[in-house]
């Protein structure tokens, strides 16, 4: 039966409200994952138990919400700011950045959210640290120098990237800093973290190297 325009069937105003409400429930489900993070870092920074590798129960936690976001992903793709709103979009975002333990899934939501930055329905700078991160596990230079790490000198620096002034020139095209100042931001979060340089440089690179393989970032 149609309605009175001939163009769609009675139903579809019910159809669109059921949509709705599946989104607004998937954005309070993402939302929650995100919080869930969010708590077990501030209570591991509050022990200092940040600074001694990969913390274990972090690791199943960031685990556990990528097969919870795969799955809504699944089912209704990147969760871009006209599906679930930019508050659950950014959340899902940093529930993938956290996803280091999962290279397919992190692969594949940077190839969504590229769909997505390019309908303009994501933030481009969240696709920018994807890149970065993935460039980073998988052992190429980065882009847009997001992506930080201890050096051998004990200092929080940017991890390798092509170059700096092609970098800076990146950074601006889509509103970001100059590194320069990003490398004082982040040296300061640093120290309100408490967080400490490890003990042997040497040997963190070789577990570090040795994790990548074990989860198939790199052969």
């Known amino acids: 039966m149609k309605t009175r325009t001939g163009l769609y069937p009675r139903n579809v105003g019910g159809n669109l409200q059921k949509t709705r409400m599946d989104f607004d429930k998937i954005s309070k489900k993402i939302i929650r994952l995100k919080e869930k993070d969010d708590e077990l870092r501030a209570e591991l920074t509050r022990v200092g138990a940040l600074s001694n590798g990969y913390n274990k129960e972090m690791e199943a936690l960031h685990n556990e919400n990528a097969r919870e976001l ?15 709103g930019e508050q659950a979009s950014s959340a899902a975002w940093l529930i993938i950045q956290h996803s280091i333990g999962q290279p397919d899934f992190m692969r594949k939501a940077a190839r969504l959210l590229e769909i997505a930055v390019a309908e303009k329905k994501a933030d481009k700078k969240s696709l920018a640290y994807l890149t970065d991160r993935i460039a980073v596990f998988e052992g190429r230079p980065q882009l847009y120098g997001t992506q930080f790490d201890w050096n051998k000198n ?16 990146r950074r601006k095209a889509i509103g970001l800093n100059e590194l320069e100042k990003q490398v004082e ?3 300061e979060r640093i120290r309100k973290e408490n967080q400490r340089p490890p003990k042997n440089f040497e040997e963190r690179n070789r577990e570090y190297y040795r994790w990548r393989q074990s989860v198939g970032w790199v052969k």
């Not at 795969?70 to 679930?84: A, R, S």
């Not at 200092?155 to 800076?168: G, I, Q, T």
């Open 70 to 84: 795969n799955l809504i992903m699944e089912k209704i793709g990147f969760p871009t700011f006209d599906k679930v």
């Open 185 to 187: 931001i982040m040296q």
């Open 154 to 169: 004990g200092e929080m620096s940017p991890s390798r990237y092509d170059d700096l002034l092609k970098v800076n020139e």
